[in-house]
């Protein structure tokens, strides 16, 4: 299927994000200027499956976290966008690892969440899937693309 390289990049990032468990680093996630939270709709013939439902469900949580997550850090850090890695000075190199550990512990509260997602993609990229469970997780990569498209469209002037 053609969503395996966005379910592979959701998962590998949203798996890597909740494995280190820094110290809490509060967000800004309740600016106003944030992208209006995602909403994937639950499609009528997956209503009845509790997994479906699930997978959607916790998708759906894990994008709303991530671009609030990756907005505040965009919008904390806008002197940084766009500067190539050897041009950064060693305080801006520190800044760099504090926006790692920023996303690391705002996506840490879902670990258990998202180990569970991480099984389930897994489970998919090898066939031991249902149906109804590979759609749901093809609307949650199609949701993590829009998502994605709408942020850099935002942002897409930012360090030019």
């Known amino acids: 299927m053609k969503k395996i390289l966005f379910i592979s990049i959701l998962s590998a990032f949203l798996f890597s994000c909740s494995s280190n468990n820094e110290e809490e680093v509060s967000s800004n996630s309740s600016?106003?200027?944030?992208?209006?939270?995602?909403?994937?709709?639950?499609?009528?013939?997956?209503?009845?499956?509790?997994?479906?439902?699930?997978?959607?469900?916790?998708?759906?949580e894990m994008i709303n976290k991530f671009s609030n997550t990756l907005e505040d850090v965009i919008k904390d850090n806008k002197n940084l966008i766009?500067?190539?890695?050897?041009?950064?000075?060693?305080?801006?190199?520190?800044?760099?690892?504090?926006?790692?550990?920023?996303?690391?512990?705002?996506?840490?509260?879902?670990?258990?969440?998202?180990?569970?997602?991480?099984?389930?993609?897994?489970?998919?990229?090898?066939?031991?899937?249902?149906?109804?469970?590979?759609?749901?997780?093809?609307?949650?990569?199609?949701?993590?693309?829009k998502r994605m498209d709408e942020i850099n469209k935002k942002y897409e002037n930012l360090g030019k």
């Open 31 to 60: 600016d106003s200027d944030n992208l209006p939270p995602l909403k994937i709709e639950v499609p009528a013939e997956l209503q009845n499956n509790e997994k479906a439902k699930e997978i959607i469900t916790t998708g759906e």
């Open 82 to 145: 766009g500067k190539k890695n050897d041009d950064l000075s060693f305080t801006e190199q520190i800044q760099v690892g504090k926006m790692a550990i920023q996303i690391t512990a705002n996506m840490a509260e879902f670990a258990s969440k998202l180990v569970s997602l991480q099984s389930k993609i897994e489970e998919f990229k090898k066939g031991d899937i249902s149906e109804e469970e590979a759609k749901a997780i093809d609307k949650v990569a199609d949701a993590f693309e």
